[in-house]
């Protein structure tokens, strides 16, 4: 049996607003959030990023001279994304260990294939109460 | 989206054409390249290394979050909040 999937009441609504509109898409969401509650159990994380290594991914890939992500990078310079990312990493930082902060994306066909949607999901794993608790959704269709 | 192919067996010819479509599969994946399945112009799918979907989940995300930098600050207050439901 997979990890226990819980939420953040605000991300439950956000699901349950997009599967009142697209009921179709509740099926595929939740078997999308079980895949990522197994993963977190077997500790075989392939469909989600540690948010812990943002930073140095990002100081990887941003250089002057990676031209698609020159745009991205003036986007964090003029937001209070480097703020809030440093407060993130230090929650992750001070919460007792095993825990992680992770994000997962994917692309869902939306009424029968004539679109499709990508949403991006928050959740944190807590191996000591074996449960990932999702956070927040972006990109439901609706959202 | 992870399949397992051996599941998907009964969707082929018969076994040897399984076998081959195995084969040319993991020589794709040989060269951690990016392997297209295609049927006419439809793209079916694509396979890509463990190393590979972590760059492609980082790189996704990240654009995400520039995108929409509020997203962030909302993570950031649900993350200082113990409102869990089941």
Redesign the interface.
């Known amino acids: 049996m997979s990890y226990r999937i819980r939420f953040q009441r605000s991300a439950k609504a956000e699901l349950e607003q997009c599967c009142r509109v697209y009921a179709c898409m509740g099926g595929s969401l939740l078997a999308w959030l079980g895949t990522l509650a197994q993963e977190a159990e077997l500790h075989e994380e392939r469909l989600s990023f540690d948010i812990a290594n943002l930073p140095a991914y990002l100081s990887r890939v941003v250089s002057p001279i990676e031209s698609s992500w020159r745009a991205t990078w003036e986007r964090f310079q003029v937001a209070t994304w480097t703020e809030d990312m440093k407060a993130i990493l230090e929650i992750i930082k001070t919460r007792k260990p095993p825990w992680q902060l992770r994000a997962s994306w994917r692309v869902f066909p939306v009424l029968g294939g004539a679109s499709h949607c990508m949403p991006v999901v928050f959740f944190d794993v807590d191996h000591v109460g074996k449960q990932i608790v999702v956070r927040l959704f972006d990109g439901l269709p609706g959202q | 989206?992870?399949i397992a192919l051996e599941k998907q067996k009964a969707k082929f010819r018969d076994a040897a054409a399984f076998e081959e479509f195995l084969q040319v599969f993991r020589e794709a994946l040989k060269d951690d390249a990016m392997p297209l399945v295609v049927s006419g112009n439809e793209l079916l799918f694509a396979a890509i290394s463990?190393e590979s979907?972590?760059?492609l989940?980082?790189?996704?995300?990240?654009?995400?979050?520039?995108?929409?930098?509020e997203?962030?600050?909302?993570?950031?207050s649900?993350?200082?909040?113990d409102?869990?439901?089941?």
Not at chain 2, 78 to 81: G, K, P, T
Not at chain 2, 83 to 86: A, E, G, K, Q
Request: hydrophobic share 40%; net charge neutral.
């Open positions: 989206m992870v463990r979907a972590q760059q989940l980082a790189d996704r995300i990240s654009k995400r979050l520039a995108e929409n930098p997203m962030l600050s909302e993570l950031r649900r993350l200082e909040s409102d869990i439901v089941d």
